[in-house]
């Protein structure tokens, strides 16, 4: 004779009841889960905005070092309750010493009369397209690089002579400096559009600052700008150097981290 054995199982009371505690228990876990996650999310991209906002700054303080002396100018327009900043400067590329005195090739740069070639003390590069000659730019009428008045087209170097384009400099360098400027940069932080743009133009295109965007063909450096601002003082140090501040301030998802810059400007033409 054969033996009848039970074979026993999960009834769905018990499925029902092992989901429900396993739910539970997967709720109180999330619980746990939940802070340190955001906080995760919030320093990833506290760390994201704070990167774009000095990646910006250290562009622009890398262009002010290179800057003319005294042609750093801040405009301001107003655009509702906003602010836009437009900081403009003159990039120079190389410069050096003009020789005064009799010596080497005797061609000096003469004051006196529109010249066409002088010789410097040293060596200086090749000039590029658009490369301009300025001399004692003191940002004054009279002596205002971006009225022309000091400064004229490089047309070559054959060393040790650059010559130039025809040119009666208005007046002479106490310590016989030229700079070759190559371009003028135009930085544009506007909160509406939430953008800080930068702009080049070189050549005949340098124009005196202006709060006016120069056209299409920028180059942007951070977006989601919801502050910003550009200040600069001449004479910080002595009638020899001047300071541009900057503060930039990213803006996502209603938090925003604000970064503090300052730069050095020569004042010495």
């Known amino acids: 004779m054969m033996t009848r054995r039970s074979q026993y199982g999960f009834t769905l009371v018990e499925m029902i009841m092992v989901i429900v505690i396993t739910g539970i228990i997967g709720g109180m876990v999330a619980m746990f889960l939940k802070a340190p996650i955001q906080q995760y999310m919030d320093v990833s991209r506290r760390a994201d905005m704070t990167d774009i906002a000095d990646t910006a700054l250290r562009r622009v303080g890398r262009d002010l070092r290179l800057a003319l002396p005294n042609s750093v100018r801040v405009n301001t327009s107003s655009a509702g309750a906003s602010t836009i900043y437009y900081l403009d400067f003159l990039l120079t590329s190389d410069g050096g010493r003009y020789r005064v005195g009799a010596g080497g090739t005797n061609d000096i740069l003469d004051f006196t009369l529109a010249d066409t070639s002088f010789e410097v003390l040293g060596t ?3 000039c590029l397209a658009n490369d301009q000659v300025v001399v004692y730019n003191l940002g004054i009428t009279g002596a205002d690089a971006y009225a022309g008045d000091n400064r004229t087209t490089c047309n070559s170097v054959v060393a040790p002579k650059i010559n130039i384009a025809a ?10 400096r030229f700079q ?11 909160p509406v559009t939430q953008t800080l743009t930068r702009y080049s133009f070189s050549g005949n295109a340098i124009v005196p600052p202006s ?10 450096l951070a977006s989601n700008v919801s502050k910003c601002e550009f200040k600069y003082d001449p004479l910080v140090v002595a009638m020899r150097a001047g300071l541009v501040t900057m503060n930039l301030g ?16 020569s004042s010495v033409p």
Do not use: M, W
């Open 167 to 176: 040119k009666q400099f208005p007046f002479e360098s106490p310590s016989a």
């Open 250 to 265: 990213i803006t996502k998802d209603s938090e925003t981290v604000t970064l503090y810059s300052a730069t050095h400007v």
């Open 124 to 126: 200086v590069r090749t």
């Open 211 to 220: 709060a006016a965007v120069p056209g299409a063909g920028g180059a942007l």
């Open 180 to 190: 070759i400027v190559h371009e003028q940069v135009r930085y544009i932080c506007n």
